[in-house]
């Protein structure tokens, strides 16, 4: 159930962009986040073509937010990380006259859906408050 | 965020062998839940080593489950198979984050209790014997408590959760 590692640092690089409110270099933001360059590079372009982020380069450039802090959920981070790999998982096919597997599906449903709704509410704002 | 198919078919392999009652061949197993023997062995072994079920050789061998059914949560066997519920590695590693506790654990931590709350009372016993709307009410119950609990920690009412169980 556990995040993978690049949404877990997606989170973080967001969060200290809402934090500091201005343009951060890449290699102080690798720094910070203690990923490397290229790590970062390839997790930036993900938050930046999700227009969460905006990147520029030489030597005034770096990284910075674009879309308000209130607007961005939790959710939403792990969305663009973590999307495509959600939507390509089959659900375990159902067994005839096994009900429990039905309600062990709900039961699945729940969790995920009190997680989701929860995690829509939680904004980088409402974390930085 | 979603559970891996090898802990769910951990769970439907527990389900199946607390449903009969009895030991049950590894093809009888395999071919119910269409996986292979290979596949159901490699899960099977985890289970063994923890205790859960029994394995029998010879021809009237297979698997049979040796832990009561409402000692087995969901919790448990996640923890098994993932060996963690929490989704934020800030939760569960120590020195994950370069400040501790960090904003993530404040905004989150609340709804990690709600989720192993939920996962922890659930038990195999309750899918097999108990009907949906029973046992969704004991969760209910459940959680609840947790709820009110946060209340009193005076968790801001626009950081609760609001699960949406029927």
């Given at each position: 159930?556990?995040?993978?590692?690049?949404?877990?640092?997606?989170?973080?690089?967001?969060?200290?962009?809402?934090?500091?409110?201005?343009?951060?270099?890449?290699?102080?933001?690798?720094?910070?986040?203690?990923?490397?360059?290229?790590?970062?590079?390839?997790i930036g372009s993900k938050l930046r073509d999700a227009g969460l982020i905006n990147a520029t380069n030489g030597p005034t450039g770096g990284y910075s937010l674009i879309k308000p802090a209130g607007q961005i959920s939790l959710?939403?981070?792990?969305?663009?990380?973590e999307g495509e790999t959600q939507s390509r998982q089959r659900p375990t096919p159902e067994i005839e006259g096994y009900q429990e597997f039905i309600a062990l599906n709900?039961?699945?449903?729940?969790?995920?859906?009190?997680?989701e709704q929860s995690l829509k509410n939680i904004t980088i704002a409402s974390l930085l408050s | 965020m979603q559970i891996n198919r090898t802990t769910d078919y951990a769970l439907r392999i527990l389900i199946c062998l607390g449903r009969e009652n009895r030991m049950v061949s590894s093809s009888e197993i395999a071919n119910t839940m269409?996986?292979?023997q290979r596949y159901l062995l490699s899960i099977v072994r985890r289970l063994k080593d923890q205790g859960y079920i029994r394995v029998g050789f010879g021809p009237d061998g297979g698997y049979s489950l040796i832990k009561p059914l409402n000692m087995i949560s969901l919790y448990d066997i996640i923890i098994l198979m993932e060996g963690t519920v929490t989704i934020l590695?800030?939760?569960?590693?120590?020195?994950?984050?370069e400040e501790t506790p960090c904003v993530?654990?404040?905004g989150y931590s609340f709804l990690q209790d709600i989720i192993e709350c939920y996962l922890r009372n659930l038990t195999i016993d309750m899918l097999i014997n108990q009907s949906m709307d029973t046992w969704q009410k004991t969760i209910i119950e459940k959680l609840n408590k947790v709820m009110g609990q946060n209340q009193e920690a005076g968790i801001p009412s626009s950081k609760r959760t609001k699960y949406p169980l029927r």
């Open positions: 159930m556990q995040l993978n590692i690049s949404t877990d640092y997606a989170i973080r690089i967001i969060l200290y962009l809402a934090k500091n409110e201005q343009v951060v270099s890449s290699s102080k933001l690798s720094k910070v986040i203690r990923v490397s360059p290229r790590y970062l590079l390839h959710y939403d981070i792990i969305i663009i990380m709900i039961a699945y449903k729940h969790v995920k859906s009190t997680l | 269409r996986i292979s590695r800030c939760l569960t590693q120590e020195n994950h984050c993530l654990h404040d």
